[in-house]
């Protein structure tokens, strides 16, 4: 049976034409004489109307029509005379497939809570709101390719197992093989990971950027986008275990190109939504009255503000409201002195660029000054970082010298030295959380509402 799918039913089809449809029953009304059955498959923020009238055949397994219930129908389009919807199905045979037990399925049709509905994440994408986000999500994603593969990057596939640690964090899931109850030891009482899988200790990756770097220095322009892993333990609205990364880096580039590309794209994505998922962006402009069309439309064309860390500082400290973390030149920007940048201060995404070096990682670029290295975040209103970028330090002796003051031994990375050693070239990319896009795109408040499997210290259900 070919299916036809609702969305292309409600966009392109014609009173008199007929289909067949599959999918999941929302809801059934019945009258005398016939029955409404209100379906949705996936591919729409809109439902889809079905009428069959008493006799029909499938007439007589109504009574398994429940929320839930997978189910089949041939019929014939026919303009509707209800509210609601131009189309209808008049139903010529329908078929139950699958049912669903009215007195234990978990998504009967009325208002869930985001939580309730987290605890039944493998049912949770037939509600609607997380059939809008998981739409939204695979338009974003295929945009992602889009505007890179017009820009000529080319998507590079960095390793998912990894013996670096590029943020030098510590945040890492060790990837080993050795038995658990047996753990081999060096002399010095730690693991021996020489007898592991690798022959050393491995773990997944938190981002594909060191990889990145050397694909660009060969290869111009890349791109990642893929699964990166972090083993910290922040119980926030903004933190995944797993999310999904996307890294481009630029050879022959500086912070300024990488900044614009940073706008750049953001817009892109804006303007991406509106146009492929309007339904759905109307759908959370009415359901959770955070983002709606036109605030996504105006930041698809605004300018972002430009501001030094330093810069920045000066703005927080002659605030008027209390922050709980302190404000200093030196400490790290909290997310609720992002907000107030973005939120209060200038109403829309701001770029800070130029951190103080010794709250960044050791791959970004010393500037002049001596205190501040080539950094951006890019801050986004309600979110905070959304992006985080650098220019690389392309000079052998200052790379050395920086990995040496932050402890990171040279032998493990003396490929990632040999791309300074060798044809050396300036060069910038950076990491935006495809997760944190989607939320600021949605609306939606927890970041753990907009992947289908949330990956989350002490969760791992699904
Ligand atoms: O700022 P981060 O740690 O930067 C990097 O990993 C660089 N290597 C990127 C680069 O220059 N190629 O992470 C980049 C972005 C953050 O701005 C944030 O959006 C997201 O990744 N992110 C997270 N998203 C969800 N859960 C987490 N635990 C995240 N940690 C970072
Ligand atoms: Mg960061």
């Given at each position: 049976m070919q299916?036809?799918?609702?969305?292309?039913?409600?966009?392109?089809?014609?009173?008199?034409?007929?289909?067949n449809v599959a999918g999941w029953l929302r809801s059934k009304r019945e009258s005398k004489g016939f029955a409404f059955l209100v379906l949705h498959d996936g591919s729409s923020q809109d439902t889809f109307q079905m009428v069959i009238d008493e006799g029909s055949p499938g007439w007589e397994s109504l009574s398994d029509c429940t929320t839930g219930a997978a189910v089949k129908a041939h019929g014939v389009l026919r303009e509707?005379?209800?509210?609601?919807?131009?189309?209808e199905l008049h139903v010529a045979a329908?078929?139950?497939?699958?049912?669903?037990?009215?007195?234990?399925?978990?998504?009967?049709?009325?208002?869930?809570?985001?939580?309730?509905l987290r605890e039944i994440a493998h049912l949770r994408p037939r509600s609607n709101t997380f059939g809008a986000v998981f739409r939204v999500r695979n338009a974003l994603a295929a945009e992602v390719h889009q505007f890179f593969q017009k820009r000529g990057f080319i998507?590079?596939?960095?390793?998912?197992?990894?013996?670096n640690?590029?943020?030098?964090?510590?945040?890492?899931?060790?990837?080993?093989?050795?038995?658990?109850?047996?753990?081999?030891?060096?002399?010095?009482?730690?693991?021996d990971h020489s007898k592991d899988f690798f022959g050393k200790h491995a773990h997944l990756t938190v981002s594909g950027q060191l990889e990145g770097e050397f694909m660009a220095m060969s290869m111009g322009d890349i791109y990642t986008f893929g699964p990166t892993f972090r083993a910290e333990n922040s119980n926030t609205t903004r933190h995944l275990s797993e999310f999904w990364m996307i890294e481009p880096e630029m050879a022959f580039a500086d912070l300024n190109d990488?900044?614009?590309?940073?706008?750049?794209?953001?817009?892109?994505m804006c303007a991406s939504v509106i146009k492929h998922c309007p339904k759905e962006i109307e759908f959370f402009?009415?359901?959770?009255?955070?983002?709606?069309?036109?605030e996504i439309s105006r930041l698809s064309e605004a300018k972002f503000a430009r501001i030094s860390y330093t810069d920045a500082v000066q703005e927080l400290k002659k605030a008027k409201v209390k922050f709980e973390f302190p404000v200093e030149w030196g400490l790290d920007l909290q997310s609720e002195h992002e907000r107030y940048l973005t939120d209060t201060v200038y109403k829309g995404p701001v770029i800070v660029m130029n951190y103080p070096k010794d709250i960044k990682s050791f791959y970004m670029r010393n500037n002049d000054d001596g205190k501040t290295v080539a950094a951006m975040d890019v801050l986004a209103p309600r979110i905070g970082e959304i992006i985080g970028g650098s220019q690389r330090e392309e000079r052998i002796d200052i790379l050395e010298a920086k990995m040496r003051e932050k402890s990171i031994p040279a032998d493990d990375l003396s490929w990632y030295l040999d791309l300074r050693r060798y044809g050396s070239a300036p060069h910038a990319g950076f990491g935006l959380g495809f997760e944190r896009l989607v939320q600021y795109l949605t609306g939606i408040s927890n970041i753990r509402d907009v992947i289908p499997c949330p990956r989350a210290p002490g969760s791992i259900a699904f």
């Open positions: 299916r036809h799918r609702i969305a292309k039913i409600l966009a392109e089809g014609k009173a008199g034409q007929e289909i509707s005379p209800g509210k609601g919807q131009a189309l329908l078929e139950v497939v699958g049912k669903a037990d009215a007195a234990t399925y978990p998504l009967q049709k009325k208002g869930h809570t985001l939580e309730f998507w590079a596939h960095t390793p998912i197992i990894t013996a640690d590029c943020e030098g964090a510590g945040e890492l899931f060790t990837v080993t093989t050795l038995d658990l109850k047996n753990i081999p030891r060096n002399d010095k009482g730690g693991i990488d900044a614009t590309l940073a706008e750049d794209f953001l817009k892109h402009e009415k359901m959770y009255k955070v983002i709606s069309a036109e």
